[in-house]
């Protein structure tokens, strides 16, 4: 019995293995089967933008274009400090380290494309691509002074508006539906808002010079235009930072009076916009891109938005509100892979992203008509009123001066274009330093000399920076000096 079931248990052994070699295919295929190829790894891009990074909507729309392009591009974001962007991009760009699409500072594009850093786009871009942008911002790319190719396309701008808490206006007696017009009556409206929160720190006016790029040339040189005035002559071809004295004695006033919000020198941006918020100033000066901010930070009381005050109620619109290009994106002429790279300044570029932009208040697009869809405005109250005028324009490229022009500076390149002297002056002048007439017929002089000092080389003609028949309500039309003679 023992020896039967044996055999039968041999027999089952045996059937198992004959049953296992016939029909276990899969086993013999996979044993002779070629090795399933690796999957390429994805194209990295990296970019660093100025702002917008820290925006879900941003993070997610980047998210879902890693995801879904069908190029196996992987968009890598930057993490580039606001406070230290241009001076790290800088660092970065000198170094041959830099990103592969940037966003650039309008006062460095001369410089960028004259050191070689940017890709030529040209041949990337056909006439649709072209044709979404209005024409100023085509001729702004499209400027001698980019040696004739396109670098870059401004695809939204930014606007200067005063700011202004009603509640605090209501306070000291104020009509707070009819904010200051002119220079005097910010004085006024400051002083009496000031007197009237003696004891609650309520101040009737603030300057984030701490932040003097933004605030600086915001409050004082984009706004002055509105009083037809501008540190560049474009008729001359020369500077004449003396038409910005009535602005800065305002200031001076104000602080001597006590509605200026102390320490206006060491006084970040974000600082003022939260003190604002919180109830504890009457007015102050705000971008476009400021708002968002401004909105994360809840403001307390009803507030309101107007154009920038002027130094007269004569000079109330002799010249149009300059507006800004938002600082525009390029592509690194050294990126690995150039071809991804300009794919990600598309997408970056595109109806969908820019429109992600504007319904999140981070841009006011001029393209696409996005701006002028009323299904797409952004449910924050004031963000229309940072919209565009009749009253505001772009104005012609000034001159892109560099401090290794300066015989008094001794540079390392690339340097700051000119701004940073002038920003220091601005504050220097607004500590008491210096005297607001004798600080301001310095650095004319100065900014002069390079001026001069540029047209001795080969690159610098002074006459595309001319514009003879000049009106500053019109800014944009009008030739050069230089376009006219080639006619």
Known sequence: ???????????????????????????????????????????????????????????????????????????????????????????????????DVFSVDNSWLATYVNKGYLANLNSYLDPADLNRFPKWARDYARSSLFKGGIYFLPSSIETVRLIYNKQLFQSAGLDAEHPPVTFAEVKQAAARISRAGVGVNKYGFALAAGDSQDSLQTGLEMSNTYSGVYLYNYRTGRYDLSVYAPWLQMLLDMKAEGSLYPGETLLKRNGALRQFADGNIGMMYATSKDYVKLQEYMPKDDWGVALPPVMTSAKKGSGALMMIPHSPLAVNSSAPDLEAAVKVWKFLQSEAFLTILFQQALALPVVDGIADLPGLVPGLGHFKEFYPTAEESIYPLAPQIMDQYDPNTVSVEPRDSGDRPRMQLYLQILSGGISVGEGLRAESDRLNQMLDIAATGYSFKREEYMYPNFNPRTPLQGESQLSAGKE
């Not at 196996?72 to 962007?85: C, G, P, R």
């Open 1 to 99: 019995m023992k020896r039967l079931l044996f055999y039968i248990f041999g027999l089952l052994l045996c059937g198992l293995i004959v049953y296992a070699i016939a029909y276990d295919r899969p086993l013999l295929v996979e044993f002779n089967s070629e090795p399933v190829p690796e999957a390429a790894p994805p194209v990295q891009v990296r970019i660093a933008l100025y702002d917008w990074t820290e925006n879900l909507e941003v993070k997610n729309a980047i998210r879902k274009f890693n995801q879904s392009n069908p190029d196996h591009i992987e968009i890598v974001m930057m993490n580039l400090s606001t406070d230290a962007y241009d001076d790290t991009l800088n660092m970065l760009m000198t170094s041959g380290q830099g990103p």
